[in-house]
């Protein structure tokens, strides 16, 4: 199994890119999570991995963050998710959004990716959901707590609409959780405005 690779980007596009390692080109099909967080080309850098064999090829997945890699493995874990309906979903929303919406039960976040229907949606949230509560208990972390607190609504709202205003999501996402760590009470209007300064 690759774990990860480390090396020279030689060619990025939203579904893919190219590492160079010590001479040899690797191709990976990656998220637009990934993509939007690549380096320039020809600078140096890391991408987890997931070889996916199959009978007719073996196709590497790369992922900037092991965290984006886990949710991907757990993803294609359910029955009926396979590796490209995986990064079609982390493609569609942030690894926090989905793990969010499972966590949550939303299954109307779920179903708004394209190619998800409603029974494929509730699959994934009852395979996933003790899992994924599991994990992020045992990680203690504050910031998924945050996003998973009352006003998660108005996090994913206010980050959607920034995007379509031209932030890029790491930017608007950063931004708002800056934002609801100060208050975390704060309208989606608010959120909005405040990030936009």
Known sequence: MIAYLDGKLTYKEPAYAIIDVQGVGYEVRISLQTYSALPELNERC??????????????????????????????????GIGPNTALVMLSSLSSVEIRQAIITEDLRVIQGIKGIGAKT?????????????????ASGSMTTNLFLGPNAGARTDAISALIVMGIPRPVAEKSVDTLLKKDPNASVEDLIKQSLR
């Open 121 to 137: 949606a509730q699959r994934v949230i009852l395979e996933l959901k003790d899992k994924l509560k599991k994990d992020h208990l």
């Open 46 to 79: 890391r991408l987890f991995t997931y070889l996916n064999i199959r009978e007719d090829a073996h196709i590497l997945f790369a992922f900037q963050e092991m965290s984006e890699k886990q949710l991907f493995l757990d993803l294609v874990s359910v029955s």
